[in-house]
């Protein structure tokens, strides 16, 4: 009699088991910016699978409006700062110093290009990021530089001559963690 309900038990802790099972794969390939999983088809259970089953279904739709959401939001800010954009660039060909305004048209451009970055994530979950050899005593030197022609003092320890830090990554990534340290 004991193995007889040993064995019910057993089926019985399977049949609830495996569509919670079934539901940790559905939960797995959730993707927010893609097409609603399907829920797996359950047979009658207890309550509680059914209503985690609905919880889920609640959550997944509450990813996919946010997401919508927030690419709606960074869409409208890249199109508003776009806009901004081309003004401050026709304004900026009257500069008399063709120096000056090259590298304002290179940071509206830098910043244009994170802007579309910032899209790509939002939408896709990866950054179209532009890897590259980079000398960071150059990029770093390029930055004080900047800093300094726009009239910020900038304190900085002399690079011994012909020291050169190479490392793969993004130049626009680098550069936005450089402007976060202070000098």
Same mark, same amino acid.
């Given at each position: ?41 359950i047979r009658a259970t207890t309550p509680e699978i059914r209503a985690l089953m609905r919880a889920f ?20 800010i890249q199109h508003d700062v776009r806009s901004f954009a081309t003004r ?25 290009? *994170? ?7 939002? $939408? /896709? #979950?990866?950054?179209?990021?532009? !890897?590259?050899?980079? =000398?960071? @005593?150059?990029? *770093? ?7 300094? $022609? /726009? #009239?910020?003092?900038?304190?900085? !320890?002399?690079?011994? =001559?012909? @020291? ?11 550069? /936005? ?7």
């Open positions: 009699v004991g193995t007889l309900f040993a064995a019910v038990a057993f089926f019985l802790l399977h049949r609830e088991i495996r569509p919670l099972t079934r539901l940790a794969a559905a939960v797995d390939a959730i993707d927010p910016s893609g097409e609603p999983v399907p829920l797996p088809a279904d609640r959550l997944q739709s509450r990813l996919r409006i946010m997401t919508r959401t927030r690419m709606a939001l960074i869409g409208g401050l660039r026709l304004r900026l060909e009257r500069l008399p110093d063709a120096a000056e305004r090259e590298r304002a048209t290179a940071d509206i451009t830098d910043m244009i290009n *994170l802007l579309d970055n910032a899209l790509l994530t939002s $939408r /896709a #979950g990866v950054g179209a990021l532009e !890897e590259e050899m980079l =000398d960071l @005593t150059e990029v *770093l030197g390029n930055e004080v530089a900047d800093f300094r $022609r /726009a #009239g910020q003092t900038v304190v900085m !320890e002399p690079v011994p =001559d012909h @020291t050169e830090a190479w490392v793969i990554g993004d130049r626009l990534a680098v550069v /936005a963690v450089f402007r976060f340290l202070e000098f």
